[in-house]
């Protein structure tokens, strides 16, 4: 679970403060929580990969708290 | 768990460029994970960006997913206070928090600097948007060292006139230059007779030093171009490492649509941002609100350039060499993020 929690703070080398807090993107950041899937919605169930190339499903992101964070190289 | 997926910011650091095969964005995310020493487990996105459509199309969101598959928190950019506020109230306290600088992860990019200090002329991007070029990917065919990558402004978009642009670019992983002895790049359009160009072929400058890394730059004026008529493109270059050079040949289906997963290029995209807009994004990272940037308040895609930033180096941005940065509001100014 630690390393769960970790999580958020180890990838913010892809936060972009600059696009993050303008104003302009405050109702796009709303309508986007607003959106569906929702907080209460399953996560849809998909077919992705590991980083070292094998097939991984969400479907098995069960049994405990998983955080998501989005992002890339730059 | 991180989703790695498309480049939000292209040719931001290091000239990454967008991947066009699985294997690519594997290689991506593998480098990712090996510069930041991440621990934590990594998936990665298909090259259809199914788990970023799915999950709203955001370059920076976060979601918390509970032990039923269910989803109890969602935001559209990562905050990584609010997820430990969460984690605490969805799993309870922990007994020591952990903070990143604890972490000692390594955050600096490899920066890919010319192979020789050149000066290749760029072209302007401002107010330009990603287009779709498709690669020809054959089975078995050589790599795409070099990477189209395709933009123009809405105009040619919304109406099929404008400008549109093409940038060349080697791909960082593949670690080939270009040998300016050698021919130059050279890309000729197949265009049907509803569409015209002002130019459907060209070859890239000769550049004096005898290799070099950086883009080759063509800007087309397009006079006509129906949207349900995509342009053939074939490009030919010479990709070379420091033993061999090897002539490439290869193809790609440009279509008058927008990339939604192209991301933004530096220099590109950004058009109408003011000397004060750029003031009030760098001061966005000023945490604790006293007008000033020290090197942890920049992220870290700015802050190997601290350097450069801080003027009279003393370990702050103060108003000044901020107002000054801000006021560099143009393609160089934003490349330099």
Redesign the interface.
């Known amino acids: ?22 104003q302009g ?1 405050q109702k ?2 709303d309508d ?2 607003k ?1 569906s ?8 169930e ?8 094998k097939p ?1 499903q ?2 098995d ?14 | 768990m991180f989703v790695y997926k498309s480049l939000a910011h292209p040719e931001l650091v290091g000239n990454y460029v967008q991947p066009f095969t699985l294997d690519e964005r594997l290689t991506h995310a593998r480098q990712a994970v090996k510069k930041l020493g991440a621990t934590i487990p990594w998936i990665v996105d298909p090259m259809d960006n199914r788990l970023k459509h799915a999950l709203g199309d955001r370059a920076n969101s976060e979601y918390i997913i509970d032990p039923t598959g269910t989803i109890v928190r969602k935001r559209a950019w990562s905050d990584p206070v609010a997820v430990r506020r969460d984690l605490e109230d969805l799993v309870g306290q922990v007994a020591k928090v952990t903070k990143p600088e604890d972490l000692g992860l390594p955050v600096v990019l490899t920066t890919a600097e010319p192979a020789t200090n050149v000066e290749v002329a760029r072209v302007s991007r401002l107010g330009m948007f990603p287009l779709i070029a498709q690669p020809k990917i054959a089975q078995g065919g050589m790599p795409f060292y070099v990477k189209l990558r395709c933009e123009a402004e809405l105009t040619v978009i919304d109406d099929g006139k404008g400008k549109l642009y093409l940038g060349f670019h080697l791909d960082p992983f593949y670690q080939v230059h270009w040998n300016n002895l050698s021919k130059p790049l050279r890309f000729e359009f197949e265009v049907p007779d509803e569409i015209r160009l002002s130019e459907t072929s060209g070859e890239a400058p000769r550049v004096k030093a005898e290799s070099d890394v950086n883009p080759r730059e063509f800007l087309i004026d397009v006079a006509q171009w129906p949207e349900d008529k995509p342009i053939r493109l074939t490009v030919t270059y010479f990709a070379c490492t420091e033993n061999d050079c090897r002539e490439v040949t290869q193809v790609y289906e440009v279509h008058r649509r927008r990339d939604a997963d192209g991301g933004a290029a530096p220099g590109a995209a950004f058009r109408g941002l003011t000397s004060e807009a750029m003031l009030k994004l760098l001061l966005s990272g000023d945490k604790n609100d006293d007008g000033q940037l020290t090197r942890s308040e920049l992220n870290s895609v700015q802050r190997p350039r601290f350097a450069d930033f801080d003027i009279n180096a003393d370990g702050i941005l103060d108003k000044n060499e901020l107002q000054k940065l801000a006021d560099r509001t143009n393609a160089q100014a934003l490349r330099d993020f």
């Open positions: 679970m630690r390393c769960v929690i970790l999580l958020g703070l180890v990838l913010v080398f892809v936060s972009l403060p600059m696009e993050a807090r303008s993107n796009k950041f986007f929580v959106a899937p929702a907080v209460g919605d399953s996560l849809p998909l077919s992705v990969f590991t980083s070292d190339g991984f969400t479907a992101l069960h049994g405990h708290y998983t955080v998501l964070t989005f992002g890339c190289l730059t």
